[in-house]
């Protein structure tokens, strides 16, 4: 797995063979075999199937961008405020990106479909 920038308009073919070649290359190379012979079965989860399978903006893993101070405070609230009984937990919304932090957004959500 390898992080990519969302979708937008990207060559994303020629990212994912140039992409595709440098990791068959560095893991052949590690492993000290040609691994791409070995290959039974292969998927490639881009940004533009991400999109199209969850419906996720420009198919960004977690949501906005958080690449400034504010990107915190534009995350998604647990909570709808327009749909009673709708809540929501992960990576795009409070309180963010990686493992550690949408456990604690699954923890923060069951916490308040609790009370």
């Not at 190379?29 to 996720?56: F, N, V």
């Amino acid at each position: 797995m390898i992080n990519v920038p969302h979708n937008s308009g990207q060559d994303w073919d020629t990212l994912l063979a140039e992409a595709r070649k440098n990791i068959l290359s560095k893991l052949s190379r590690l492993l000290q075999t040609d691994i791409e012979p070995l290959i039974e079965q292969e998927g490639i989860l881009d940004p533009r199937s991400i999109e199209s399978k969850t419906s996720s903006a420009f198919g960004a893993l977690y949501g906005n961008s958080s690449n400034s101070r504010y990107a915190a405070f534009l995350r998604h609230a647990n909570r709808s405020s327009s749909i009673k009984g709708l809540y929501f937990c992960g990576g795009s919304v409070h309180p963010g990106g990686g493992i550690p932090l949408c456990l604690l957004s699954a923890k923060i959500t069951a916490g308040m479909v609790k009370e």
